[in-house]
């Protein structure tokens, strides 16, 4: 499970516009970083980490004392096409509000980068999760995928299809609630009806619409990866990796994958999983279905969950 959560992360660090990445691309960042529009100063504190094109910082304002995550990128590692889409996640990440989503709180720029000033979360995604455990119990895989879609549904009604939901994209917070992050990928749906055309995502989630060339794509992208999430949840591993991006993608596009019977998983669970990676988008389950489906409506759901689930299961199992 560790090597097949690696992998969906390091995918993404070739940068979702091609764009290698080079350390050396990184300017330093101050010590000190002001906002002049609105007068706030922010002191870096610790490195938080590092995606394709931002570094991540602890920032702490001045005159509040409230702890941020600053993520910054460098102006002059950006091309045009990088450039616009950096414009897009502002634009769409400072729009949407829910307990589910990282906050957005500012953003801002200097003459060599630009800074956005997000909610702090614990250093811990999804993926160091699965790292460190493996297969998920089904009432955690349930409690967690209750809040994946609804911060997915919020978005869509929002009319944003995210298009990068994954495990590495889903931050924890210090009570082990979802904060769905980094919206490099996302979209708007401008007019109802609209289709995508821009080929994007991460290997092991991308949905098999996307695969082909020529065929659009809109929200049920991200039920697809939805899909791909609750496997992973349950069986320990993504559903189609391959040793190469290119054979990961011919099984999607052929729906090439199982369901090991030797490995614990109810039949809700598999019949959910099945009900949703289906090939035609139009097929797919909405996220209100999936709710309604009894994997989803079982009791066992927990309120919250203690973090000793980084490490072990919990007792009640
Ligand atoms: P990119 O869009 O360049 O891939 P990410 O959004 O993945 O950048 O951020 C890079 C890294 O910074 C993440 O892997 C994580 O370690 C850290 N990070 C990003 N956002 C936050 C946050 N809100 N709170 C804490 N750490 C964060």
Redesign the pocket.
Same mark, same amino acid.
């Given at each position: 499970a560790s090597n097949a959560a690696a992998s969906a992360s390091t995918a993404?660090r070739s940068g979702p516009l091609g764009t290698p990445v080079n350390p050396s691309d990184f300017s330093a960042v101050p010590d000190v970083i002001v906002n002049h529009r609105l007068g706030h100063t922010y002191i870096k504190g610790p490195f @938080?980490?590092?995606?394709? /094109? =931002?570094e991540?910082f602890q920032l702490t304002r001045t005159d509040t004392n409230e702890v941020f =995550?600053g993520?910054i990128v460098s102006k002059k590692s950006l091309s045009k096409r990088a450039k616009a889409k950096l414009e897009t996640e502002i634009i769409i990440h400072s729009s949407v509000q829910h307990p589910n989503i990282?906050q957005f709180a500012d953003w801002f720029e200097d003459d060599v980068n630009v800074y956005m000033v @997000?909610? @702090?979360?614990a #250093?811990k #995604?999804m993926m160091e999760l699965v790292k460190g455990r493996g297969r998920l119990t089904e009432p955690e895989a349930r409690y967690f995928l209750y809040q994946i879609i609804d911060a997915t549904r919020y978005l869509h009604e929002e009319s944003v299809i995210h298009r990068d939901l994954k495990l590495?994209?889903f /931050?924890l917070s210090h009570d082990m609630c979802i904060?769905v992050?980094?919206f490099?990928l996302a979209t708007r749906v401008t007019h109802e009806g609209e289709r995508k055309k821009t080929l994007c995502g991460t290997p092991n989630y991308i949905a098999p619409e996307i695969l082909e060339g020529e065929h659009t794509h809109s929200y049920e992208v991200d039920v697809w990866a939805i899909g791909v999430i609750l496997y992973i949840l349950l069986f320990g591993r993504p559903p189609f990796e391959s040793e190469s991006a290119k054979t990961t993608y011919e099984r999607i596009q052929n729906i090439q994958y199982s369901m090991p019977a030797d490995v614990p998983v109810s039949h809700d669970g598999r019949s959910l999983i099945a009900l949703i990676l289906t090939r035609n988008p139009f097929d797919r389950p909405s996220l209100n279905t999936i709710l309604a489906h009894p994997f989803m409506t079982n009791p066992q759901m927990p309120d919250r969950l203690p973090t000793s689930c980084l490490t072990r299961p919990p007792k009640w199992v």
């Open positions: 993404r @938080l980490g590092k995606g394709g /094109f =931002a991540c =995550a993520k990282v @997000l909610e @702090l979360c #250093s #995604s590495g994209n /931050f904060k992050g980094d490099g």
